[in-house]
């Protein structure tokens, strides 16, 4: 056993007494560029009901996908820094499109641990019998050479066929989900594929959970639809464990709810969506 003088043996006592007091009660800041990442954020929350989590929603500047790579960047360390001025411990990236055009500058720019949205690909390409895989996306994914060579690396010996979906996260952000315009937007989207015998689709922008239940009424129950908000928490899990950043203390966390561009309107439709009352401040 190597020898320690006292100073040493009182400065381990103090780091483990300190290590067992820490409740790693800071806050998980998670963020899109409008209400599609609270389908992340609502499955993190059941699965990790101890943490505290912080939602962003980035509205006034939606949709990302047709914006810039190197705006998106600006968004996107402007907001990561705001949740590092609240000790946030970790950030979520809730959004495709952020993930591929800014998480790798991001990760080089910051020290907490950093998750992002990587759409489901490999899964989808081994369970898929006709081997004809769709991947929906937004514009500016599917332009993104990060997510043109995670697409070429997962597909496997299968086809994977990229569709961008231009309008459809404004759909859903103007809460018009169910609407036949939406219907005729996805069906218009939708029919080339399954004409083309694809039969899973993988939902590559985090809006699109929210119109899972169109895409299954217009492809039918033979095609299997794929999301990410599973394979992302468990992620964080992962992470939170690895940097010892689980929240220990016994208390149900909160979640707070921020909007760049507040309305009365927008609150309503984060309640609608998150199932459950809710405060939605401004941002910043
Ligand atoms: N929810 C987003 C994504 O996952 C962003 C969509 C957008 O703002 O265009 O890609």
Redesign the pocket.
């Known amino acids: 056993m190597p020898t320690q003088n006292k100073a040493d043996i009182k400065s381990t006592i103090s780091t483990l007494k300190s290590e067992l007091q820490a409740t790693n009660d800071e806050p998980i800041g998670i963020f899109?560029?409008?209400v599609?990442?609270l389908s992340i954020a609502q499955c993190i929350n059941q699965q990790l009901p101890n943490e505290n989590l912080l939602y962003v929603a980035d509205t006034l500047h939606?949709?990302?996908?047709?914006k810039s790579a190197e705006f998106i960047q600006q968004r996107v360390n402007e907001i990561a820094q705001w949740f590092i001025k609240r000790k946030a411990k970790a950030i979520v990236v809730a959004?495709?499109?952020?993930t591929v055009n800014a998480i790798d500058q991001l990760r080089k720019n910051i020290s907490i641990p950093v998750i992002g949205?990587e759409p489901a690909i490999k899964p989808a390409a081994n369970l898929s019998k006709n081997k004809k895989v769709a991947i929906l996306?937004?514009k500016?994914?599917a332009e993104n050479q990060r997510f043109l060579a995670l697409v070429t690396q997962y597909s496997n010996n299968s086809e994977v066929i990229i569709q961008p979906c231009p309008g459809l996260?404004e759909l859903i952000e103007q809460d018009m989900k169910n609407s036949p315009e939406c219907k005729l937007m996805l069906t218009t989207y939708l029919m080339p594929l399954l004409e083309k015998g694809v039969d899973t689709i993988v939902l590559g922008?985090?809006?699109y959970p929210l119109v899972k239940n169109l895409i299954g009424e217009i492809c039918g129950d033979s095609v299997m639809v794929m999301e990410t908000a599973q394979p992302v928490t468990e992620q964080l899990q992962r992470q939170l464990a690895l940097h010892k950043l689980v929240n220990l203390s016994n208390n149900l966390g909160t979640t707070t709810f921020y909007s760049s561009k507040y309305s009365p309107t927008q609150r309503a439709l984060f309640t609608h969506i998150w199932q459950g009352p809710l405060i939605l401040n401004s941002y910043p």
């Not at 959004?95 to 952020?98: E, H, M, V, Y």
Request: hydrophobic share 25%; aromatic share 4%; proline share 4%.
């Open positions: 899109d560029s409008g599609g990442g939606a949709p990302y996908g047709e959004c495709n499109t952020a949205v996306v937004t500016a994914t996260v922008c985090t809006h």
